[in-house]
């Protein structure tokens, strides 16, 4: 039986072509399994959806729809999510190696955290 959490990882965009491919590498490249990745873009007019397109497989769910910003990106990913663990990653950011077999484990050997 499973006792690794799933967790969720948001990454909000709008027009991030020059960046994104490099924020989700860092997601689909995590050495942790249970990930559900969502990556809510704002309707971008750059190369952003091209980039997307390209690792549409690892992504559990995306758009690319007008919002109402990065907050509203962000919690129209959250609404999407079904991991016991949510985060957002901008999508000009990156996570280390190894960030969610951390997480994971800390959130195993302290169930309080919230």
């Not at 994104?20 to 873009?41: A, F, H, K, M, W």
């Not at 959250?78 to 969610?100: C, E, H, K, R």
């Amino acid at each position: 039986m499973n006792t690794m959490p799933l967790i969720t990882i948001v990454t909000p965009s709008l027009n991030q072509g020059n960046y994104i491919g490099e924020t989700i590498r860092s997601v689909v490249l995590q050495d942790y399994p249970y990930v559900e990745y969502i990556v809510i873009d704002g309707g971008s007019k750059d190369n952003t959806i091209d980039v997307i397109k390209q690792y549409k497989d690892k992504i559990t769910y995306w758009h690319s729809i007008p919002d109402h910003g990065q907050a509203n990106a962000i919690n129209q990913g959250f609404q999407a999510a079904s991991g016991s663990i949510v985060a957002w990653l901008n999508s000009d950011d990156m996570y280390l190696p190894g960030t969610l077999y951390t997480v994971a484990k800390h959130f195993i050997a302290e169930p309080e955290t919230d």
